[in-house]
Every structure is written in C-alpha cells, then in structure tokens.
Nanobody, 124 residues
C-alpha cells in the first residue's frame, strides 16, 4: 500500500508560479506511475499530468500543456508539479495519485492510491 501526502498549495496571483510536491510512503514508489488531477468547485475531476515509473515519459492535459511540468525523484519517493503562468481557472484542489497501470493514463479509475489534496487558489 502507498500513502500519498501533497503539499505546496496556496494563494498566488495570476501569472505566478507554484510547485506542488507529493511524498509517498513505502519502498515501492518506483513501481508506480504517478499522476496529478484537480477538481475545481462544481466541476468534474480533471487529469492534469502523468509520469512514467522512471520519469522518462510524461503527458499533460490540454489545459496545462506548456505551463505545467511533472517530474519525480524516486530516491526521495516524491513527485512534483511545477505550475507556471497560473490562471484563475487553475484554481482547484490538486491531488496526486498512483497507478500500476499504463503510465500517464488520464483515467482516474485506473489509479489505486490518492492523496488528500492541496488547495491552489489563483487570484486575478
């Protein structure tokens, strides 16, 4: 089993940057592909980014391409989400998740473990 804890959320002005972190427990972190999702008030959960087990392959949701970067450090059991050029529509609770399935899958049902989420608020 994997426990995930997100951090790094907060309030930022539009155009600013934040880096989210997700720390995983256990010794099997590198066997999971990881993903970031978000849920804005009144909206469906949305795929943000995914990364393969080695970190060599990534993919992104259309709304964040070119602005967000996912990365991981298997030695630290941590996955990151660097968010640049933030917009008010990026305001949401951000969740990291772990899957044993296909790396970068955008389907939330394929992820086994989820963190509790961290709030990101972008003021315009």
């Amino acid at each position: 089993q994997v426990q995930l804890v997100e951090s790094g959320g907060g309030l930022v002005q539009a155009g600013g940057s934040l880096r989210l972190s997700c720390a995983a427990s256990g010794r099997t972190f590198s066997t999971y592909a990881m993903g970031w999702f978000r849920r804005a008030p009144g909206k469906e959960r949305e795929f943000v980014a995914g990364i393969s087990r080695s970190g060599g392959s990534t993919n992104y949701g259309d709304s964040v391409k070119g602005r967000f970067t996912i990365s991981r450090d298997n030695a630290k059991n941590t996955v990151y989400l660097q968010m640049n050029s933030l917009k008010s529509e990026d305001t949401a609770v951000y969740y990291c998740a772990a899957t044993r399935g296909v790396a970068g899958t955008p389907y939330s049902y394929e992820y086994l473990y989820w963190g509790q989420g961290t709030q990101v608020t972008v003021s315009s």
